[in-house]
Every structure is written in structure tokens, then in C-alpha cells.
């Protein structure tokens, strides 16, 4: 790294961190503060189906608010905005 010049009022303290997600000089810095002993989750068979179960759960809850909303402007179209 070049050296950095001086400046007489610098005190060392980070006002706005200007790292950007996905630039090369953040992603060297996050591989090297990673914990080196870090171990992956393991998830038993259970686990592993609990969760997809909830990630599934989930998804059909936002599937089902988009399709009342979407059945509601349909009513809404049909009975008020264009009836005539």
C-alpha cells in the first residue's frame, strides 16, 4: 500500500465508511477478517426440513396477500370502477 499523507488535524477516526459491497479492496478486507476457525452449520435431516417448511410457509403467505389483493382491484374494477 502507498504511504498516506499526513494531515496535521487527522485524529484517526472514521467519519463514513466508504466501503462498497463487491468492490475488490472490501472483499479482501472481509476474507481477511473472516475467523479463521469458523466451522459451516451442519443441519440434521429434520432441521434441514424444518426450515424449508418455513422458508415455504413464508413464500405462500406473500403469494396469498398478492393474490387477495389482486382478486380485491378485480372486484373493485368490476362492481364500482366500470360499472356503468
Known amino acids: 500500500m502507498k ?6 488535524d487527522d485524529d484517526g477516526r472514521t467519519i463514513a465508511k ?8 472490501y472483499l479482501e ?3 481477511r477478517n473472516q475467523d479463521p476457525d ?17 422458508v415455504l410457509a413464508a413464500a405462500m403467505l406473500i403469494v396469498l ?3 387477495v ?8 374494477a368490476e ?3 366500470f360499472k356503468q
Open 3 to 8: 504511504e498516506r499523507k499526513p494531515y496535521e
Open 29 to 31: 478486507r472481509a476474507r
Open 65 to 67: 396477500i398478492f393474490v
Open 38 to 54: 469458523k466451522q459451516p452449520i451442519e443441519l440434521s435431516k429434520a432441521e434441514r426440513w424444518a426450515m424449508l417448511k418455513g
Open 18 to 25: 466508504m466501503d462498497v459491497d463487491g468492490m475488490p479492496w
Open 79 to 81: 362492481h364500482i370502477w
Open 69 to 76: 389483493v389482486f382478486a380485491l382491484f378485480i372486484l373493485f
